[in-house]
């Protein structure tokens, strides 16, 4: 059995991938040489489809395949923020995720984490909350462009695989 992917994405619809089918350099045909049965085809998890003989041919045989829940999560960044390096001297500034990102199709809780900021000492000057993804950009950051690659996760739920995104934003401080 052949041609059947070994992983499909949940669709709440039956999932009935047509097989190719083969025997000793010959294409069968279904309804003349075989039948196709499907087991499990709709919910997540493992379904099969059970190949029968027909005329010439005798036997069954089994093929398995995952119904894997789908991700829809999507990130994207925006353009960069700019912040006045005269008020960082003063005083922490905060910049809503939103104003960094766009975040779609999340399902479930999602989170964020600071995996990178371009250079490694700069990474002192930058905090992101995990609950909301607020950016605290620190007290005496120095002018300059910084990339700061936020990761993105939505806990995903019902059907609904978890997902994540890393998303590289910019903030230029002046």
Sequence with gaps: ????????????KTISPRPA????????VEGTD???AYKNNKAIGTASIVVTG???YAGTATKT???????TLNAKAKKA????????AKKAQKVSVTKLMTVTKAVGKVTYACLIVSGKKNAR???VAKSNGLVTVKKGTPKGTYKITIQVKAA???GYAAGTKNVTVQIKVK
């Design 1 to 12: 059995i052949t041609g059947i992917e070994a992983t499909y994405t949940y669709t709440g």
């Design 21 to 28: 089918l083969t025997y000793n350099g010959m294409t069968l």
């Design 34 to 36: 075989y039948s196709i």
């Design 54 to 56: 027909m005329g010439n």
């Design 65 to 71: 395949f995952t119904i894997a829940k789908k991700n």
């Design 81 to 88: 923020v700019k912040l006045k390096a005269s008020a960082l």
């Design 125 to 127: 000057y930058f905090a």
């Design 156 to 158: 995903g739920g019902k």
